[in-house]
């Protein structure tokens, strides 16, 4: 966890009250590990503040407590306080800083904490952490200043100015926007997530897991779905909560470059290498030196240039178009597909061993119809709070029960992609709330379910079994059936690029 620190630095002088915030902006807007990224800040804030320990508090609306998400607990997993109960429990009741010189003569101190984790507080210090409204959402909190002596009123006025700029990134994240939602929405408590991934069921808390370790090492990472389901925002997820996260992220589109360019764009070209090369240009793998290359859509990738990539896996080193000095790269490489790259390995399409390099560590990204109902509903109201921002609408539309009805039973061919955009229509063109007429969806919403892209083979409904890519293609065609020829909205609902789209048509024989 210690690449963290580095996005967490001082911006002023400790001894300077006035200006000792965090730098954290750089981090809020990212896919970062979110208690990782606030147990870091809470070290840092401890420090700042000379502090022996720190807490941070947010509020649980529907039970109407405290919860420590983010503290020095080595003793004990969580605490919880009534508001009202306790230092933190007053802060959040009055919106009051509260500074205890001597806690064992404050009747506000609650002792049972201590009695939980064997731990003795001295001196405490807390204040209010509030939102765009000025309602409290939080408490900051320290204790025990170092060397014995007591929090002082500028030592007050520094952790209220920390926690006005804490309030403000962590408003950026996902995990305010869930905040909000579960004070719509008490039967779906807060859960765990990186920013800007929202999802509790199962299969993507087994991802969670799985980034989480991949990312700690240098390990290739193949990411497999269908199209929308956020590949690019796993892909980043693994960078930024990893050793290369201050160093470049460059992802390089396969499907959307000719399969003559994409040897250019990764490797780059010498001066004179073709007609225009006038100047010597770095590739992809250059650029990125020290950071991560994400390949988006690896089997597109023309046979001739995989033979180049695997040489990058194994050697870390290529020359450019049209050159022979060797260029050395140290780049990590987390590649994404929709298509079965193993079938393509048995039609010769994709080299094996290339397969076999580019998959040590695969995860499988569940389509949205897979991941539950919660899930959707979760996605789709943050998707609401970040369009309303997006737009600057007045107020956060209501998501109408008959329109979260009417998102539940479509099959989201596009995935989260088609939801976002989805939702964000829906806010633009809505009164204050979101009714099922404000949905951009086809009158039929439950279209028949696309075959499972990541499936070798499947039954169709007279009993025959279908080769992967016959699947692929009835569904595309059957969706553009339903746009009405139109190739835009059937792009759209698959959740794919026009240009995709068109190639696709283009091998069945149906050009523009």
């Not at 008490?186 to 800007?196: A, H, I, L, S």
């Not at 470059?257 to 770095?282: D, V």
């Not at 140290?330 to 994709?350: N, S, W, Y």
């Not at 028949?448 to 499947?458: F, G, S």
Request: aromatic fraction near 6%; include cysteine.
């Amino acid at each position: 966890m210690d690449s963290f620190l580095a996005g967490l630095t001082m911006t002023a002088k400790p001894d300077d009250p006035s200006s000792v915030l965090l730098s954290v902006g750089g981090l809020v807007g990212q896919e970062v590990n979110l208690d990782a990224f606030l147990h870091q800040l809470v070290d840092r804030i401890a420090a700042s503040m000379q502090a022996d320990r720190g807490t941070l508090y947010l509020i649980d609306y529907p039970r109407g407590e405290l919860f420590s998400r983010a503290a020095h607990l080595p003793e004990i997993k969580q605490i919880r306080l009534k508001i009202g109960q306790g230092v933190a429990g007053a802060v959040a009741a009055n919106g009051a800083p509260v500074n205890i010189p001597s806690a064992r003569d404050e009747s506000r101190f609650n002792p049972d904490i201590d009695k939980m984790t064997g731990y003795r507080t001295t001196s405490l210090l807390a204040v209010p952490l509030r939102d765009g409204a000025g309602e409290v959402f939080g408490v900051l909190q320290v204790l025990n200043r170092l060397g014995g002596g007591r929090f002082d009123a500028e030592d007050e006025q520094r952790l209220s100015a920390i926690a006005a700029q804490v309030s403000q990134a962590l408003q950026a994240t996902s995990l305010y926007t869930e905040l909000k939602r579960a004070r719509a929405r008490p039967e779906q408590p807060v859960g765990y997530f990186f920013n800007k991934v929202i999802g509790e069921s199962a299969p993507m808390k087994a991802i969670y897991k799985v980034v989480q370790k991949a990312a700690q090492t240098d390990a290739t990472v193949l990411l497999r779905g269908e199209s929308g389901t956020g590949k690019e925002l796993f892909a980043r997820a693994v960078h930024v909560n990893s050793r290369r996260r201050d160093k470049p992220f460059v992802k390089v589109d396969c499907a959307a470059l000719p399969g003559s360019l994409i040897e250019n764009e990764l490797f780059g070209h010498e001066r004179g290498a073709f007609t225009g090369a006038e100047q010597r240009q770095m590739g992809k793998f250059e650029v990125a030196n020290g950071g991560t290359v994400f390949i988006d859509e690896l089997g597109e990738l023309p046979l001739p240039v995989q033979g180049k990539l695997l040489r990058v896996l194994q050697d870390r080193e290529f020359e450019r178009v049209g050159g022979t000095q060797t260029v050395q790269v140290d780049v990590r490489i987390v590649a994404a597909t929709h298509r079965d790259l193993a079938q393509m390995v048995r039609e010769g399409k994709f080299r094996e061993d290339l397969y076999y390099r580019i998959k040590v560590v695969e995860l499988v990204l569940p389509a949205l119809r897979d991941r539950g109902p919660e899930d959707l509903e979760r996605i789709a109201r943050h998707f609401i709070a970040t369009a309303t921002k997006k737009h600057h609408v007045e107020r956060e539309p209501k998501l109408s029960t008959a329109a979260l009805d009417r998102l539940k039973a479509y099959h989201w061919p596009g995935n989260v992609r088609e939801l976002e955009n989805c939702i964000e229509s829906a806010v633009v063109l809505c009164d204050g709330e979101i009714l099922p007429e404000h949905l951009p969806l086809p009158e039929t919403s439950r279209l028949p379910p696309p075959a499972p892209e990541l499936a070798m083979k499947v039954a169709a409904p007279t009993g025959e079994v279908l080769e992967l890519a016959e699947v692929e293609r009835r569904h595309i065609l059957s969706v553009l059936e339903r746009a009405q020829g139109n190739r835009t909205q059937a792009a759209k609902l698959l959740g794919i690029g026009r240009n995709t789209l068109g190639r696709k048509l283009k091998e069945y024989g149906l050009a523009e």
